[in-house]
């Protein structure tokens, strides 16, 4: 895959500071534990995407399926990256609107810095914004860039387009690993249908559709093709039709069906609640996860909510859990301590033992309710005020009756 895009719907407003603040830490250390882990090349190869993306955004606790995920994400991942480019090799530039116009100055600084070819990563930085915006005219105009660099000179690029008549707004991904021309090599190209299915740019059942960019431009805008995609409901809410049942249940049994202190490799995590266990267990996939697990993304917004409300309140006590518990793992591992990392890592292949011998049950109404009505407990928060303790909070949920 060199190239995909998603569809979102268009919201507007901004992330409250409660938000941003956490989002910040949260996608720093998940940032820290991939370059850690499996190396830079491999962050960018997340980072290009869009089903990956996606998820990021959700376990950070955006709306899970809203147009603000992208400007959102990559904001709190420039604050958190750049205070520590020296140590990771790893730098954020551009951005919304007037930031996205500082792109060049900034790779040029970097470049000065580390010795790359500033010229080299300026040029790529505005081929990758004119063929989306230029060559490829889909009726979305560009007013997002993002451009992630490593040391290594290699790249990708998130930038998002906005169109105001069918209020969508289409976010594109590149990696530079995998380009070999921007005008010769062909896109990787899915229909999909606006009916909620999430489409897996990596599945191999989808075979790729290829021409150059030069032969795009010879078609008119009504036959352009269409590409990897992610494409995202209308509807607001998250719904059982927008979730992997089974994946999601065989975490949450994990998290509440399960003595953490009886499973050997997770004994450093003892004394963590089953609610904690249930977002670091989702946050363990989007680290360790391969692609083929992120075809719902909507799934991974039961790990911290949502900031409207949907799925639930995020609940920000559970949230600066997981923050202190992921940077202390960091901290440990670099002192040659890895066994909390480890931990951390087991949690992801565990869930997904369990997944092999999970059958769903129709619970999904009710976990959004439980979650709902529990949030309070959890200092739930919203756009809208602070999560109320509901007048019947109802039965406690259990994952296996019918």
């Not at 169109?163 to 896109?187: I, V």
């Amino acid at each position: 895959m060199k190239r995909g895009y998603a569809d979102l719907p268009l919201h507007y407003g901004t992330v409250p500071p409660w938000l941003a603040q956490r989002m910040s830490l949260l996608g720093g250390a998940i940032v820290e534990s991939i370059v850690m882990e499996y190396g830079r090349a491999a962050l960018l190869q997340r980072l290009s995407n869009p089903f990956w993306f996606q998820s990021l955004g959700c376990v950070l606790g955006m709306d899970w399926h809203s147009s603000g995920i992208t400007t959102s994400v990559m904001n709190a991942l420039k604050k958190a990256i750049n205070k520590r480019s020296s140590e990771l090799g790893v730098y954020v530039c551009g951005g919304r609107g007037k930031s996205s116009r500082q792109t060049p100055a900034e790779l040029i600084e970097i470049a000065n810095r580390t010795g790359l070819d500033g010229d080299a990563l300026v040029r790529s930085s505005r081929l990758s914004a004119k063929v989306d915006n230029t060559a490829i005219q889909d009726g979305y105009q560009l007013y997002l860039h993002s451009f992630i660099v490593t040391v290594d000179g290699e790249w990708a690029v998130v930038q998002q387009g906005m169109n105001g008549d069918n209020r969508m707004a289409r976010r594109y991904h590149w990696l530079s690993a995998s380009l070999k021309s921007f005008m010769e090599e062909p896109h990787t190209s899915v229909c999909g249908k606006n009916q909620g299915l999430i489409l897996n740019l990596t599945d191999k059942l989808a075979a790729p559709t290829k021409n150059g960019i030069l032969e795009l431009t010879k078609e008119t805008p009504g036959k352009l093709m269409t590409e990897v995609s992610l494409i995202l409901p209308k509807h607001h809410e998250v719904q059982a039709k927008d979730v992997n049942l089974k994946r999601l249940g065989a975490a949450l049994i994990l998290a509440h069906e399960t003595n953490v202190s009886d499973i050997e490799s997770l004994l450093l995590l003892e004394g963590v609640g089953p609610r904690t266990l249930q977002s670091l267990t989702l946050v363990s996939e989007v680290i360790h996860g391969t692609p083929s697990r992120f075809s719902d993304p909507a799934r991974f917004s039961f790990a911290h909510g949502g900031k409207d409300g949907h799925p639930f309140p995020v609940p920000t006590r559970v949230y600066d859990e997981t923050i202190e518990i992921f940077d202390k793992a960091i901290h440990q591992s670099k002192l040659g301590d890895k066994d909390k990392s480890e931990a951390l890592r087991n949690l992801s292949k565990i869930s997904i033992d369990m997944e092999k011998s999970y059958t769903p049950n129709n619970y999904f109404d009710d976990l959004v309710q439980h979650e709902r009505n529990q949030s309070y407990k959890y200092g739930g928060k919203t756009v809208f005020g602070d999560a109320k303790k509901p007048k019947g909070e109802g039965t406690q949920l259990s994952l296996w009756d019918d």
